[in-house]
Structures are given as structure tokens and as C-alpha cells.
């Protein structure tokens, strides 16, 4: 079954320190991958998405995001954390199933920027 | 370009009531998908509808309906309230359906509490 998996509910970094969130995926077929953020009383934001090509991408707001198909990763980095990321970061994987928009997503990663 | 509306944003109801959340998504979208948020189960895909038809359903009880209207504009029904419906419920509208390289905008979300 399909099925996204971020390993890290929470991590704290100083601001300045780069930072990686984790992601890894399962999907039958050549996967289409995001990374949302999520701050508090918000809707989801999409940083940046994966569909074919280099799989290096870049995104909004400094982030980037490796996909690796030998590990089904798809791991979002920035190298300088400013107090504002703070949010929680959700990895997706779709769409699934053909002619539908659905997505699934990770549990989710909340991350903490201390000064 | 406004963005994705929910109404209202914050909803109280008790048990055994029924609940209708409203959704209007960025002008010219067709598709508008729905997700309920929680923090034990995550992101949980609830349906799409494109073109005024159920395009997809998610794993949920038949206590939740939805409908897209002509004008694109959604919404979503919950009939017979239980305390673990209340969740962050978020609309998605994007342009179309299927195409893998669709972008998906939320919107801010519906909190309900259900007592």
C-alpha cells in the first residue's frame, strides 16, 4: 500500500543551523512528492514538489528536497533555519489512483527554531 | 487572485447534531478535494469532487456526504456528530483532475469541535 513516513514528530534547531527533515515513501509507480508547511491556524503551504527530472528541487523560502530512489527518500533541507520556519512540515505522495487528486500525506514533523 | 475560503472557521456542536462546512475555491478550479485533520490520525483524504461529480472517496462512515455546486463552490456534510469528528477540516481546490502535475491549494481550515 502506499504510504508516506516521516520519522521525526519533532526536532528543535538553533537559528542559523541548517537543518533535514526526513521523508520516505512507498508507491508503486514513479512517485510525484511534495513538501507542505503548516503553521499554526494555517492551511498547508506547498514548499516544493517532485515530479520528474533532477532530483534535486527547489523550493519556496530557501528549502530544497533530494529525491533518492534507491532509498525511497525524498528528504527537505535548508541550510540556514530562520526563527520563521518554525511550523510543522508534511511530506505527500500522489496523486493516487488514476483520474483523483488525493494525496497522502506523513504524519507530519513540527519543528522548533530556538534563538 | 483570492485564495481558497472555508466558512465558517471555527465551529462548536454537540453530539448527534449535523454540521455543514462550506468551501470556494480559487476562481476557475474545478476540483476541489477534502481532508480532515486530526492529531492521532494525521491527514486523512475525505473526498474530491470535479465537475460537480465525486471524483474519489476517502475511508470514512457514510455520516459524511459532500457536494460541489455548478459555481465549483463545495460542500461537505456531517450528519450525527461524534466527539472524534472533531478535526481541522481542509479544502483543496485545484485547477483539474488526475494530472499528476496538478497544484493543490488549501485553505485555512475548518476547526470543529464536537462536545
Known amino acids: 500500500a502506499q504510504s508516506v513516513t516521516q520519522p521525526d514528530i519533532h526536532i528543535t534547531v538553533s537559528e542559523g543551523a541548517s537543518l533535514e527533515l526526513r521523508c520516505n515513501y512507498s508507491y508503486g509507480a514513479t512517485p510525484y512528492l511534495f513538501w507542505y508547511v503548516q503553521s499554526p491556524g494555517q492551511g498547508l503551504q506547498l514548499l516544493l514538489k517532485?515530479?520528474?527530472?533532477?532530483?534535486l528541487v527547489q523550493g519556496i523560502k530557501g528549502f530544497e528536497a533530494e529525491f533518492k530512489r534507491s532509498q525511497s527518500s525524498f528528504n527537505l533541507r535548508k541550510p540556514s533555519v530562520h526563527w520563521s520556519d518554525a511550523a510543522e512540515y508534511f511530506c505527500a505522495v500522489g496523486p493516487y489512483g488514476g483520474a483523483t487528486n488525493k494525496l497522502i500525506f506523513g504524519t507530519g514533523t513540527l519543528l522548533a527554531v530556538q534563538p | 487572485k483570492a485564495g481558497v475560503t472555508q466558512t465558517p472557521r471555527y465551529l462548536i456542536k454537540t453530539r448527534g447534531q449535523q454540521v455543514t462546512l462550506s468551501c470556494s475555491p480559487i476562481s476557475g478550479h474545478r476540483s476541489v478535494s477534502w481532508y480532515q485533520q486530526t492529531p492521532g490520525q494525521g491527514l486523512q483524504f475525505l473526498f474530491e469532487?470535479?465537475?460537480?461529480?465525486?471524483?474519489n472517496k476517502g475511508n470514512f462512515p457514510g455520516r459524511f456526504s459532500g457536494r460541489q455546486f455548478s459555481n465549483s463552490r463545495s460542500e461537505m456534510n456531517v450528519s450525527t456528530l461524534e466527539l472524534g469528528d472533531s478535526a481541522l477540516y481542509l479544502c483543496a481546490s485545484s485547477l483539474t483532475s488526475g494530472r499528476r502535475d496538478n497544484e493543490q491549494f488549501f485553505g485555512p481550515g475548518t476547526r470543529l469541535t464536537v462536545l
Open positions: 469532487y470535479f465537475s460537480e461529480t465525486q471524483r
Open positions: 517532485y515530479f520528474s527530472g533532477d532530483t
